[in-house]
């Protein structure tokens, strides 16, 4: 599996962006601001997600999302560890997660990746550079 950074332009991110806002009912998504993943595997975009700098040391996760078929394997894993790093160059020394409309699958993986609830959101202090 390839991780790599894409336009939202591109348009296997625009077809799965608009399979995230189909299956959630969500009208965000991740938006092009240099923090915008997509998960590559046999050649096709199967996930994407973003991190967005909010100031201040504080980053969000948003429109982290696997096509159906290919969930269970990991890959929803593997962003969320390449977003992390992505948000921890950004200067983000905490990153959070509004999950409640995710629903609780959502939930399992971001608290077994460490997040913790904090008020509305799952959180994560990021590791300080040495």
């Known amino acids: 599996m390839l991780i790599q950074s894409r336009p939202a332009t591109d348009p296997e991110v625009a077809t799965l962006v608009a399979a995230w ?15 915008h993943l997509v998960a590559v595997l046999h050649g096709r975009a199967v996930a994407c997600g973003g991190v967005h ?4 040391g504080l980053g ?6 696997v096509r159906p078929a290919y969930r269970r394997q990991g890959i929803a894993r593997h962003m969320l560890v390449a977003l992390e790093e ?5 200067g983000c020394a905490v990153l959070r ?34």
């Open 86 to 90: 992505v948000a921890f160059r950004q």
């Open 21 to 35: 806002r189909r299956e959630l009912g969500a009208t965000g998504g991740p938006r092009d601001d240099g923090g």
């Open 53 to 56: 700098d909010l100031g201040d």
């Open 97 to 130: 997660v509004a999950v409640g409309a995710y629903g609780p699958v959502a939930g399992v993986l971001y608290r077994s990746c460490g997040y913790e609830p904090v008020g509305a959101y799952l959180a994560k202090r990021l590791p300080v550079a040495a």
């Open 60 to 65: 969000e996760l948003s429109g982290l999302y």
